[in-house]
Each structure stands twice: as C-alpha cells, then as structure tokens.
C-alpha cells in the first residue's frame, strides 16, 4: 500500500522540490495543505501548481480569521513581544499551521506530514514540537535537513523534473508574512553593521518619505482585544489589514534587532509588523490605566514568560494554558479607547479612557481642591521608610561591632 505524506506547500521553489523529492524518496502520495494566514498570495496558482506538480490532493484553507481570534487576540492579551521586540508574528502562525497538517493527515489516513524548515531556524521546532503533541503517532519528515542540496542543487533538480523555476529565484532575501507581520532575512541583512537597504521593506514608507502630516488613530478595546477602529466596529482581520496601511504608510512597525534563536545562534532580524506594533503599544497603555500597580508588575513577568514560550515552539505546553487562564482574568477589566499619534515613524499614546479606569482626576490633581488628604502623608512616610531607617541606624552603629572574626 502506498505511503501518503501531507506537505505544508507554500508554492515557491522550495517546498515544490520538496513535493517532488518525496515522491521520489519515499515513493509515496503526497498531500498538500496551503493555510491562508495573511499572506496574501494567489491560492488558486499555488493549488494548480501542487496538482501540476503531482500532488494527489491539495487542500487549500482560508485560516485569517481563526489566526486573528485564536493566535493573534492571546498575543495582544498577553502584549506578547519576544525580547522586547518582536510581536513573534511568524511563531504565531507555526502551531496552527501543525494543527491544520494535523487534521488533514488524520482525515487522509497520511502517516506522516512534512514541512521545508532547515536545521538552523526556530520553525523546526515549532512545527515538529505542535505535531507530536497533537499526534504523537505521525512522523514528522523534514527534507531539508536530510538533503543538504546548495542552491545550485536545487534549480539543478528542479530542471531536472520541471519544476517551475521563479523568476526572482536568485533574489537575496528570504520573506515569510502574515496578518500579524513580515519578516525578512539573508543577503545584506546577515550583516548586522550595515543598514537594511529600503528595497527590503514593503508594508512600511521610509519614515523620511512619510507624510509630513501627523495622523491620529483610536482604538477600542473590549476585554483585552481591539474592535473598533477611529469609531468603525471591525470584523478581526479588517482591522489589523487597516491599521497595517494607515501606520505603515507613516514608517511606523519597522523592527530591526539582534535575536536569540531558540537553538543558540544569534541573528539579525528585520520585521514589518505596522499594526502589531501600535495595537500592543496601546494595549499596555489602556492596562496602565486599569489595572493595578500589583497586577501590572506581576503581568510584566507573565507576558515575558508567554512570549518565549511562544518563539520557542512550546504553544501546545499546558504552561502557556495556565498563564492564559491569568492573562483572561485581568482582560475583563481591560476595556476603553486608546487614542494613538503617528508620524514619521514613530508612535505616541496622546489619551486613553476607560469608564474602569483607575486615574480619578480628584485625587491625582494638585489643585487645593482635591479630596486628598495630605495630612495622611507624614504617616505613610514614617511607615513605609521605617525598615530602610532602621537597617541603616544599626548598620552603622555596628560597622566595628558585628560580624568580626
């Protein structure tokens, strides 16, 4: 009986060589499953190449929106931003990829599946980590660790089996997008003392190009999650699509960084992420309003916990569960406007409200007016700096003392 492998098929060169060479290798059907996460590219060429290719099926999935509600909506909850920086756009999209491969092997009867992710990235583990979890009996079969081919191999192959080759085939970058985000990688960028030149960049203007015009955008958020945009209520994906033009278009969401890879190696990353990028910036705005100084400073630790374990691959780990299950008690609370000045690549809250907003204006003014009793100072003081007095008054009092041998 023949062998049936799903392949993760995203209809460039790679993972077209990929279709073929486990036809060959392992001699086997092979499936293939493009998910529509935002990439904006033509499914119905990708699925006429799969089955030109020989692809015994292709199933193509329009997964936007779930990625918006199930992957994206838990990041903004969680202001997810690995080291800081990065809004783990691509590590969002790997997990769900895995569980579509997951459900289309389990539906064809497939014993394995297979994805094009090389031995040196992030997104072997991610996809193997997800598909083991979810199906421990499936192999996970990745080609490229196995064939070692130089590019010049490759093409070489693909003439060899009529492979379409891609006119930008020797183009220098490697681009992976989605809703949330686009990253870019080789050529120049592997050398992180020189500047990305302005060709790589394609959701955001040059901030020196941007409008000399300030815009303002507002956002509401409801329990956590944006849903409406400058007063339009939006379905999910319209709005992240919109706000990704109006900020890229003021230079705003370019990110270039020095990232720690989840196997060891450091690399220079560069992402576009407009929309991301304004969206959690907001967010933490509107939690500073809302929730408490202990909620916050307790938060800031969850959230950094999250978003690792996210980049590394670990979205199946009941952990990331657990943190949700916090994450969701204090986004109940986290609802209001978020009012949002870009220009010239930069980005500033100007105003936020919430009707659960902590700020009273009576006791945070110093008008003489205020209900707040400043009398009660002195006290809190005396209290609240004893233990720092008291440490002090006798460490000096014993510095010839105590503690000699």
């Not at 293939?32 to 996460?37: K, S």
Request: overall charge negative; glycine content about 6%.
């Amino acid at each position: 009986m023949t062998r049936k492998i799903v392949l993760a098929y995203s209809g460039g060169l790679d993972t077209s060589v990929l279709l073929k060479w486990l036809q060959q290798k392992y001699d086997a059907d092979i499936i293939t499953v493009t998910l529509d996460v935002g990439q904006q590219e033509d499914l119905e060429k990708i699925e006429e190449k799969a089955k030109d290719l020989g692809a015994l099926k292709h199933y193509s999935i329009d997964a936007k929106e779930e990625f918006a509600e199930k992957f994206i909506f838990p990041a903004i909850k969680a202001n997810a931003l690995y080291e800081d920086k990065y809004p783990v756009s691509t590590a969002l999209s790997r997990p769900l990829i895995a569980e579509k491969l997951v459900e289309v092997a389990k539906k064809e009867k497939a014993d394995a599946v297979a994805h094009g992710c090389s031995g040196k990235g992030n997104d072997q583990v991610r996809f193997e980590v997800s598909v083991k979890a979810l199906a421990p009996d499936i192999e996970v079969i990745a080609p490229v660790r196995e064939w070692n081919m130089t590019r010049d191999a490759e093409i070489k192959f693909a003439k060899e089996n009529n492979i379409p080759i891609p006119v930008d085939v020797d183009k220098p970058y490697s681009v992976d997008q989605n809703l949330w985000g686009r990253s870019i990688e080789c050529g120049v960028l592997e050398h992180p003392e020189i500047e990305p030149p302005e060709e790589v960049y394609e959701w955001t203007v040059s901030p020196e190009k941007a409008p000399n015009t300030p815009e303002y955008v507002t956002i509401k958020f409801e329990h956590g999650v944006p849903v409406s945009l400058n007063g339009d209520e939006m379905k999910s994906v319209d709005l992240i699509w919109s706000l990704n033009n109006i900020a890229g278009k003021h230079g705003v969401g370019r990110i270039d960084h020095i990232e720690d890879r989840l196997i060891g190696i450091k690399s220079r990353e560069v992402y576009e992420c407009p929309a991301a990028t304004v969206i959690i910036d907001a967010h933490k705005d509107l939690e500073k309003l809302i929730l408490t100084r202990h909620e916050l400073l307790f938060k800031h630790e969850v959230d950094a916990l999250w978003s690792t374990l996210v980049y590394n691959g670990l979205w199946i780990e009941p952990l990331r569960k657990d943190l949700d299950a916090f994450i969701d008690a204090t986004q109940q609370y986290v609802c209001g406007k978020v009012r949002i000045k870009l220009y010239k690549g930069g980005l500033r809250v100007v105003g936020r409200s919430s009707p659960l907003s902590l700020y009273d204006l009576n006791l945070a003014t110093y008008n003489i007016e205020s209900r707040f009793d400043q009398s009660s100072s002195k006290g809190f003081i005396e209290l609240w700096g004893l233990p720092t007095r008291m440490a002090n008054v006798l460490r000096k009092l014993g510095e010839n003392t105590y503690c000699q041998k």
